[in-house]
């Protein structure tokens, strides 16, 4: 069957090949990694960075990675054969935010609803 429609199975094969990243963007993206991960060490191990600002400076760095990694190595993209990925992606980042924002509201109401010891509660020895 393969036979009697080349022309379909060359634009078959050449649609699967487009949507698989070029060691070009293979390279570039492993560069890209690199360069981001050395970039966090060193904002904690340079020591050049305000203590306050380490953490936001690392997250900042871990966000580009991430998207980083989804464009060069899993191909995300707004490309039409690409658009269902993202939507999935986007759902599961979206039920995550609310598990974790949830996760972090309940921690907070039980600690500000607990009763903390107070010293005339404490015992004495």
Same mark, same amino acid.
């Given at each position: @069957?393969?036979?009697?429609? =080349?022309?379909?199975?060359?634009?078959?094969?050449?649609?699967?090949? +487009?949507?698989?990243?070029?060691? &070009?963007?293979?390279? !570039?993206?492993?560069?890209?990694? *690199? %360069?981001?991960?050395?970039?966090? /060490?060193? #904002?904690?191990?340079?020591?050049?960075? =305000?203590?306050?600002?380490?953490?936001?400076? !690392?997250? *900042?760095?871990?966000?580009?990675?991430? %998207? *980083?990694?989804? #464009?060069?190595?899993?191909? @995300?993209?707004?490309?039409?054969?690409? &658009?269902? $990925?993202? +939507? !999935?992606?986007? /759902?599961?980042?979206? !039920?995550?935010?609310?598990?974790? %924002?949830?996760?972090?509201?309940?921690?907070? $109401? @039980? $600690? #500000? $609803?607990?009763?903390? =010891?107070?010293?005339?509660?404490? =015992? %004495?020895?």
């Amino acid at each position: @069957m393969s036979g009697a429609h =080349p022309s379909h199975d060359a634009a078959h094969h050449d649609a699967a090949h +487009a949507d698989h990243g070029s060691t &070009r963007s293979y390279l !570039i993206g492993f560069a890209l990694s *690199v %360069v981001l991960t050395l970039a966090s /060490f060193g #904002v904690v191990m340079s020591g050049l960075v =305000p203590h306050d600002l380490m953490m936001p400076g !690392i997250i *900042v760095f871990g966000v580009a990675q991430l %998207v *980083v990694q989804l #464009v060069c190595f899993l191909h @995300m993209g707004t490309s039409p054969s690409q &658009r269902s $990925n993202l +939507a !999935i992606m986007l /759902f599961t980042l979206l !039920i995550l935010a609310i598990v974790v %924002v949830g996760s972090l509201w309940v921690l907070h $109401n @039980m $600690n #500000v $609803n607990m009763m903390h =010891p107070t010293s005339h509660m404490m =015992p %004495v020895e």
